[in-house]
């Protein structure tokens, strides 16, 4: 099968802009997480700085946590666009395809057996399309089948042979 290229990547936004926030929310508290966990490592040793022509003695942890606070704020946003941009191509490999299986399945429900939930090989859920399209063609096999039964009722009953509707008849329960 040819592989289709899907130009929109963001298929379904609710649940793609709920999983990558959840990812990112993640990396920033990890991040904070981090930050903390270095500021309290430092404990409570002193330095000397110089500021303005000054010499100060401050605790390390005053003079560490703003560059600290700074670095973890410029990897959070580093790493969330950079989380955002990866989930982003990764996440329409799951939502395209129950996109796709979503308007098969509409197609299906009103008759409409031409739906066969083809999806691209790299995507996710594959066998899940296959055992849809294996149910398509059974349902469209028993509609079919349903469909003759019933035509050949209607004609034995126009022709008052009732004998043969009776037969008929059952064999119509079995196809349904």
Known sequence: MEQQLR?????DLKFQ????????IFVVLATIAVTFIAANMI?????????????????????????????ALIVSVASSIVVAAVLLFETHKIAGP??????DLERLKIGDYS???????????????QELKALSDRLEK??????AKALELKNALAGKNFADATGLLKD?????
Do not use: W
């Open 7 to 11: 130009r929109n990547y963001l298929v």
């Open 17 to 24: 802009g709920k999983f990558i926030l959840r990812f990112c």
């Open 43 to 71: 404990g409570d040793s002193t330095t000397v700085t110089i500021e303005n022509v000054h010499i100060l003695v401050k605790h390390t942890v005053d003079f560490m946590f703003p560059l600290l606070l700074q670095t």
């Open 98 to 103: 129950i996109y796709r299986i979503k308007k």
């Open 115 to 129: 739906a066969k939930f083809n999806i691209r090989t790299s995507d996710e859920l594959q066998d899940v399309a």
């Open 142 to 147: 028993r509609h079919g089948s349903a469909k």
């Open 172 to 176: 119509l329960e079995a196809v349904i």
